[in-house]
């Protein structure tokens, strides 16, 4: 189903499209390719809205953090704005401290994309395009871009990423749902148990730049090989943790970038039952524990988020890959295809 769900102030209108497929609902808005609500049941079969988010495109276009968006044309930091590449170097928007975050300020999280629906034997879902012009927020190259978001007869949630360049370039694209799997509004999500398939991760500067080799989790609070409550370890004195007010930092995945999704993490909430399990080609996640959620914002519950309150878990390339030669490249020249796939399964 389509609806209109608002304008932006230019008067282009903004729609929702309603998906339900295998018991899981999904309502994504044409602004951003943002995940307006996502609902599963828990294990009472009572459904809830597990991701945060408004009511209004206003509330999205003025001051939200990425709530549900799609993220371009780089996920998370690229260390002062700049890289070089093929001996050319390019300034991004800088949006974040001296860095550029998720693409710059005007990333594809602002931009309203063209969404067709579709109906494959039992699975339904949209497809989301766009064309972001060369030199679009300092990246080089017309990037064509391909979206699909599927809900598949078992009520998996699929995105399938797709781009190409007509100059080299790099790419880098997630999704930013922010989950709470007792309900958006409902607390804090630091209950929540998770697990991350990960013996390594990428320790940062005070500005969230990875600062090189990657370093072990054994021994410290960035240890999630066993399930263990999000709250049990994230007051630790830690510098890391210190840097980030929780965790802010990218997993480097034990399977690393593979061709079909491989299991990444797992998030369990213990009152409701509701689990997310997240499967990746991606050799990166990037689990953020909802530290800059400072109650200034209230999602459609009519609840206002606070620290901690939802958790987000992209899956990505490494942050600042671009300045980082020895991390999995994230270069995507002409010719080539980028393709990303993370698969969200629900249970209870
Ligand atoms: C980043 C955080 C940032 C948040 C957006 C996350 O992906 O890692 O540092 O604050 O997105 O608000």
Redesign the pocket.
């Known amino acids: 189903m389509k609806e209109v769900f608002g304008k932006l102030a230019d008067g282009t209108e903004i729609h929702r499209w309603s998906l339900e497929n295998g018991g899981t609902r999904l309502r994504v808005l044409s602004y951003g390719g943002i995940v307006q609500s996502l609902e599963v049941p828990d294990r009472e079969g009572r459904y809830a809205n597990v991701s945060l988010g408004f009511d209004s495109v206003e509330e999205y276009v003025a001051d939200s ?2 709530f549900g968006a799609l993220i371009g044309r780089y996920g ?1 930091r690229v260390g002062g704005g700049r890289f070089t590449l093929d001996d050319t170097a390019y300034e991004l928007d800088v949006n974040d401290g001296g860095n550029s ?2 693409g710059g300020a005007g990333g594809f999280d602002k931009a309203v994309w063209d969404v067709e629906p579709f109906v494959q034997d039992s699975n339904v879902g949209l497809r989301l395009t766009r064309t972001s012009p060369d030199g679009e927020m300092g990246y080089p190259g017309t990037l064509r871009t391909t979206v699909t978001y599927t809900l598949t007869e078992d009520g998996d949630w699929r995105i399938d990423y797709e781009a190409t360049t007509d100059r080299p370039t790099v790419v880098n694209l997630t999704n ?1 749902v922010y989950w709470n799997l007792a309900g958006e509004g409902s607390g804090s999500a630091h209950d929540h148990e998770l697990e991350i398939a990960a013996s390594r991760y990428t320790p940062v500067d005070a500005g ?1 730049i990875p600062t090189g080799e990657p370093a072990e989790v054994a021994g410290t609070p960035f240890d999630f090989r066993r399930a263990k409550p999000i709250g049990a370890d994230v007051r630790t004195r830690d510098q890391q943790l210190l840097y ?1 007010k929780g965790f ?1 930092h990218n997993w480097v995945l034990d399977k690393g970038r593979t061709d079909l999704p491989e299991r990444a993490a797992t998030l369990r909430d213990p009152s409701s039952g509701r689990t997310l399990t997240i499967s990746t080609t991606e050799p990166g996640l ?1 689990f ?1 524990s909802g530290n ?1 959620l400072d109650g200034t914002l209230a999602g459609p519950s009519g609840r206002i988020y606070r620290q901690g309150d939802a958790v ?1 878990l ?1 899956t990505q390339h490494f942050p600042d890959s671009p300045n980082k030669p020895s991390y999995p490249s994230t270069v995507l020249r002409p010719g080539q295809t980028y393709r990303s796939t993370t698969v969200h399964s629900f249970g209870a």
Do not use: S, T
């Open positions: 953090p990425y998370n975050l998720h930013h969230l980030a802010d990037q953020y800059f987000c992209e």
